[in-house]
Structure formats: structure tokens, C-alpha cells
């Protein structure tokens, strides 16, 4: 089974910055794809970035050039670094991780089936 654990979150003023961790235990196979996505006051859930086991990221472009993801496999943590913050990035942020599908991730949420508990992000203006 796994389990993942998000830490990091705080409170900003906008313009700050913050580094988001999702630490896996359990095994994660090295085909999985590990996401970050966010739930911001009466918005729908959406995803923020996502990285394979290859270097591949990708990320929405809301926060292009802002938020940059990164793993580290060796320690099973992934990260969220998140600069120029806007009082628009409020949320509580999830890490979840799931299955590649013949090599590919993708930002459908049904593709993950492991999900942190969520770490909360307030960005003031």
C-alpha cells in the first residue's frame, strides 16, 4: 500500500515563495506518474504539474515559469517548488501518484489512485 504525505504549505504575501514535499512510503513502481494538483475556494479540483520516472514534467500554464516540479526517486519525495506567488495559488494542494499508461501520464484524476491528505497554501495580497 502507499501512502503519501504532503508538508510545506503556509501562508505567504504574494510574491513569496514556497516548497512544497509529498514523501512515498510503500513501493512505488517506476512507472508511475506523480502529480500535484490543487483545490482553491469554491474552484473544482484541477492539476498543477506532473512528473514521470524519466525527467519528463510538465505543468499548467497558470504556473508556468512560477511553480517548477521536480523528483527526487532515491528518497520517493516529490516537490513542489512554487515562487511569484498569487493570491490566486490559494488551496490546499494534493500529491497523488498512479500508473503510467503505455509510457504516458496524464491529467485525468481517475489515473491516480494514491492520494495525500492535502497541505493548505494562502497566498495574501
Known amino acids: 500500500q502507499v501512502q503519501l504525505a504532503e508538508s510545506g504549505g503556509g501562508s505567504v504575501q504574494a510574491g513569496g515563495s514556497l516548497r512544497l514535499s509529498c514523501a512515498a512510503s510503500?513501493?512505488?513502481?517506476?512507472?508511475?506518474?506523480m502529480a500535484w494538483s490543487r483545490q482553491s475556494p469554491g474552484k473544482e479540483r484541477e492539476g498543477v504539474a506532473i512528473a514521470d520516472n524519466t525527467g519528463w514534467t510538465t505543468s499548467k500554464d497558470s504556473v508556468k515559469g512560477r511553480f517548477t516540479i521536480s523528483k527526487d526517486n532515491a528518497k520517493n519525495t516529490l516537490y513542489l517548488q512554487m515562487n511569484s506567488l498569487k493570491p490566486e495559488d490559494t488551496g490546499t494542494y494534493y500529491c497523488a501518484a498512479g500508473p503510467s499508461v503505455r509510457g504516458y501520464c496524464f491529467w485525468a484524476e481517475g489515473k491516480y489512485n494514491y492520494w495525500g491528505q492535502g497541505t493548505q497554501v494562502t497566498v495574501s495580497s
Open positions: 510503500g513501493y512505488i513502481y517506476s512507472a508511475y506518474c
